[in-house]
């Protein structure tokens, strides 16, 4: 059994890897918080729901907690939070999570017990980042 001699492949150009710089305002800047005992990793312009807040519809809220906050000039890692770092909240409403049922039931015993509950949230707009006051960028 004789193999035939392949083709010779051609090489190809070595290719520049540039980078993509088509990130959209916003996409590349983000915070990690800490708020009502977990952490959140929050952008611009977006909304969350947290556990209920202290505040009424309209208010706005800061968090100083700030574990970490990236944006176009690079990461800053804080130790265990960033120097002077604030995230500004705008409460827009105060929801009530998803029913969640919880069902005990002891086999044999005749036992069973059926229980339900909503979480009380709060849904906030992140308005802005601010690191040393001034905003990110």
Same mark, same amino acid.
């Given at each position: 059994?004789? $193999?035939t001699p392949s083709k010779a492949k051609a090489s190809k150009p070595a290719e520049s #890897? =540039?980078?993509a710089s088509d990130s959209s305002s916003g =996409?590349?800047?983000?915070a990690i918080v800490e708020a009502s005992g977990q952490q959140f990793w929050l952008q611009p312009n977006r909304y969350y729901d947290f556990d209920r807040l202290d505040g009424e519809v309209g208010d706005k809220v800061s968090? #100083? $907690?700030v574990l970490l906050v990236s944006g176009k000039a690079g990461a800053s890692l &804080?130790? %265990?939070y960033v120097k002077d770092a604030v995230v500004n909240l705008k409460v827009l409403a105060h929801r009530r999570g %998803?029913?969640?049922i919880v069902y005990k039931m002891q086999k044999k015993k005749k036992t069973r017990r059926?229980? &339900?509950h909503r979480q009380e949230l709060t849904r906030v707009m992140v308005e802005s980042i601010t690191v040393g006051g001034k905003p990110l960028s």
């Open positions: 059994m004789s $193999e #890897k =540039a980078k =996409a590349d800047q983000y968090l #100083k $907690e &804080g130790q %265990p %998803p029913k969640v059926k229980n &339900g």
